[in-house]
């Protein structure tokens, strides 16, 4: 397992949470919801700020794709997210299948007792938080790094 802090980034419409990992890659926990600014530059901006805060090595952003595995708009946003992030940052970004973490984070949320209501200020992080889950719990076990880097076929 590489050594070094990770981001973990679910973009959405409204809100993109923001998860880190230890610096052992162990285990992710949540840190910010960040709204979304259209022009992209506030939210771009806060999100490097908080890799640079935390002295991160990699950032890992969900990559939306449908059931089918097939592209949808969400993913073209999220990839072009991850490009103006790629932008900003000295570290790789890397872009990893999260087919439902959205599910699941209201799932396990819904399971905590919280209402829809309260649900939507974190909901963001909790699913950042298992997308990067998932990417250190697949590196540990494979050996290699989870998903794509942003500047493969796959991210292009």
């Known amino acids: 397992m590489r050594p070094g802090v990770r981001l973990g980034v679910d973009v959405g419409k409204a809100r993109i949470g923001v998860a880190r990992s230890d610096l052992h890659g162990m285990l992710a926990t949540p840190v910010e919801t960040v709204a979304r600014d259209q022009s992209g530059t506030a939210d771009v901006a806060r999100i490097v700020a908080i ?5 991160a090595t990699e950032v890992i952003v969900g990559l939306p794709l449908a059931l089918s595995g097939s592209a949808t708009a969400s993913t073209d946003d999220a990839v072009v997210f991850a490009r103006a992030l790629q ?17 699941s984070a209201q ?4 399971a905590s007792g919280r209402t829809a209501k309260t649900q939507r200020p974190v909901v963001d992080q909790v ?14 076990a494979s050996g290699r790094p989870a998903g ?8 292009a």
Do not use: M
Not at 51 to 55: C, M, P, S, W
Not at 87 to 103: K, Q
Not at 107 to 110: G, I, M, P, Q, V
């Open 87 to 103: 932008g900003g940052l000295p570290v790789p970004v890397r872009l990893v299948d999260e087919r439902l973490s959205t599910v």
């Open 148 to 155: 794509t880097p942003l500047d493969t076929p796959e991210g």
């Open 127 to 140: 699913a950042a938080t298992i997308i990067l889950q998932h990417a250190l719990d697949s590196e540990r």
């Open 51 to 55: 890799a640079a805060d935390l002295d």
């Open 107 to 110: 799932s396990a949320l819904r």
